[in-house]
């Protein structure tokens, strides 16, 4: 079918065709078409040889596989798309410990079947050379015939290693009296990408210092050009790449330890103590450790960072934790021993820590932080970037060849992007297409509660409560009602008091952990005739990828903001980050005009959708101006 660009993409891809330097930021609303459009341009305006589309979430990567078949559809181009998934995708269950897998690839039992299904196909070959040579060549065949079956394989696909076998025509991971059956896909996806036209994965795959996957094609690439879609997630980079190292954790590993060692022979460990002598130094350090970390984080709640207030000594107890642990990295375990791969996969985190906290007291990391973080379960030492262009700034440098384009909804100001993100953007390189998407039908500000920090108790979350309350009962039957609050402790505490007297069913983020149930439930309640009320919370997973949409149009006709959600001014990392970035204030500013901004978008999302803004702050007097979104409509 042919391609019918909207006037907005025609403008946006005329001023894409103008833009004078290798690195672009593009703003269109929500429901644009800002995916098709960047998809377009990369085949028609940068005539890209290589197109790698980077975003947060495998969730997102749908919306790009369609827009692709479309363009191919159209004839606008030709060329094959790879699709990536993280490891865990691939893994058994069991194999996975904190969102990771426990071991590694060339020590897993499924690759190793992988490569043994492989080998079968280079039988009577006896040198070893010639060999690894041919199992090379029957992978690199099997992502090819994976590679042309992608197109037709929907990335959101429930359980991706077993599409992707099928495929191939091999077998399903298992497990037969303890040991692994069937194969994992991981290894052949990778090899994907080399022949690709359009690769589309996570900001990992890139941006990751860590992860060279997709660096080296960058690199060989005549033309590439990197799109980073919902740029304005490059903010949450500092925390993904964060260093951790908990005094729960090293208790933990010590435990675990001592049951190893009742299954396995420990005492051949070349200069490991004994368990019953571990077990006791470690939680030794583990206390001093909590200790130290107990004193920075003194007035400091949960969810919030302090500054460290003795480093010299938190670095000595952490290298004299090293020293005692490191040895049962060495300790031999069955392959199929997940608990045991999971104890040594978490010594071997530790040690990594360990190595990074050397590094930032030495001087060696450059923009980082050391921070303890106080957590449910305890206070614990974060070590982070304070800025997202520390994770991935020297890429910028490397890949001189390529052409990089940020993209978003909610776009953050061209300064921002400069001072925070690190791309030097030209003036006229910054663009924002106005294409007007839905209708604000009305915006009412309620400036009788305020959710500054100064003020908040019991009495701000029950006056919250009665008006949230009064606005549910006051609206519609057969909506979704968006209510929006600044965090997770703010949420909770207005939660206590809230009251829907069965006149909406509530469905609150942190509880329901699943995107497609929020979905399926909100439409059954709402062809039902029922109200839904959305608790989500600024930046959350709801307000950055929850859609409630039932015949082509958006059930989410209110959307509730209690509270400007303004990054916590107490917290010593975000402090960090906006004296760091230059801005001071406005960078608390920024963020929570994007998080505002993506809460009301989840509402509009094509042309005919409509929605009621309430705000409720008596902040909002002023702070409404800000809101470019409110601005338009």
């Not at 060999?131 to 992608?150: A, F, T, Y």
């Not at 029950?462 to 008006?467: C, E, Q």
Request: aromatic fraction near 8%; proline fraction near 4%.
């Amino acid at each position: 079918m042919p391609i019918e660009l909207r006037p907005w993409q025609v403008e946006a891809l005329g001023r894409l065709s103008r833009a004078r330097g290798r690195f672009i930021a593009l703003g269109m609303p929500t429901g644009s078409g800002k995916t098709l459009t960047a998809l377009y341009a990369a085949y028609t305006v940068f005539n890209s040889d290589l197109t790698i589309y980077l975003l947060r979430t495998i969730n997102e990567e749908g919306v790009v596989w369609h827009e692709y078949n479309a363009l191919r559809g159209g004839g606008i181009t030709n060329s094959d798309i790879s699709t990536l998934h993280g490891k865990r995708h691939f893994c058994p269950r069991e194999f996975i410990d904190e969102g990771e897998p426990v071991v590694k690839c060339g020590n897993c039992p499924l690759y190793k079947n992988l490569i043994n299904d492989a080998s079968a196909h280079c039988t009577g070959i006896l040198n070893s050379d010639e060999k690894r040579e041919c199992i090379d060549e029957v992978l690199d065949g099997w992502s090819i015939k994976l590679l042309k079956s992608m197109r037709s394989i929907d990335p959101t696909t429930a359980d991706i290693n077993e599409a992707y076998l099928t495929v191939l025509g091999l077998k399903p991971p298992s497990e037969v009296n303890g040991k692994w059956a069937g194969d994992c896909s991981y290894t052949v996806m990778i090899g994907t990408v080399k022949y690709a036209g359009l690769v589309v994965g996570n900001y990992n795959y890139l941006l990751h210092p860590g992860v060279k996957v997709l660096k080296g094609i960058a690199e060989a690439a005549r033309n590439p050009l990197i799109i980073i879609d919902e740029a304005h997630n490059l903010d949450g980079l500092p925390d993904a790449y964060s260093r951790r190292i908990s005094p729960v954790r090293l208790r933990e590993m010590a435990s675990g330890i001592t049951e190893l060692c009742r299954r396995y022979n420990c005492g051949r460990i070349e200069g490991a103590v004994r368990p019953d002598t571990l077990t006791p130094l470690i939680n030794g350090i583990a206390n001093k450790l909590e200790e130290l970390y107990n004193r920075s984080a003194s007035g400091f709640k949960v969810g919030e960072n302090a500054p460290v207030v003795d480093i010299e000594n938190i670095t000595r107890l952490v290298d004299e934790a090293a020293v005692l642990l490191a040895p049962y990295l060495e300790l031999e375990v069955n392959e199929a021993d997940v608990k045991a791969l999971r104890v040594i996969n978490r010594i071997g985190r530790f040690i990594d820590s360990k190595v990074m906290l050397d590094n930032y007291v030495a001087g060696r990391l450059r923009g980082y932080g050391a921070y303890i973080h106080v957590g449910k379960k305890g206070p614990s030492m974060w070590l982070m970037p304070k800025l997202p262009k520390y994770v991935y700034g020297e890429l910028l440098n490397e890949l001189h060849n390529a052409t990089w384009l940020l993209m978003s909804g909610t776009l953050p100001s061209i300064e921002y992007i400069r001072r925070v993100y690190g791309f030097p953007i030209h003036d006229d390189d910054y663009i924002i297409i106005n294409a007007r998407i839905g209708r604000i039908n009305s915006v009412r500000i309620i400036d009788t509660a305020s959710s500054r920090y100064s003020e908040r108790g019991d009495e701000t979350f029950r006056n919250y409560a009665g008006i949230i309350a009064n606005i549910v009962g006051g609206s519609p039957t057969g909506i979704v009602l968006l209510v929006v609050y600044p965090s997770y402790e703010f949420m909770n505490s207005v939660l206590k008091y809230l009251n829907l007297n069965g006149v909406a069913v509530a469905l609150t983020e942190g509880v329901v952990k699943s995107l497609k149930a929020v979905r399926d439930e909100a439409v059954r309640i709402v062809e039902g005739g029922g109200r839904v009320v959305l608790n989500a919370v600024a930046g959350g997973r709801f307000t950055e990828g929850v859609e409630i949409r039932h015949n082509g149009e958006s059930l989410i006709k209110a959307v509730i903001i209690a509270g400007v959600p303004y990054p916590n001014f107490r917290d010593t990392a975000l402090q960090d980050r906006a004296r760091e970035s230059g801005l001071g204030e406005a960078w608390f500013e920024q963020r929570a005009v994007v998080n505002i901004m993506q809460a009301i978008g989840r509402s509009i999302r094509s042309r005919n959708d409509t929605v009621d803004i309430i705000l409720i702050d008596e902040r909002f007097r002023w702070f409404a101006r800000r809101l470019p979104l409110l601005k338009a409509n």
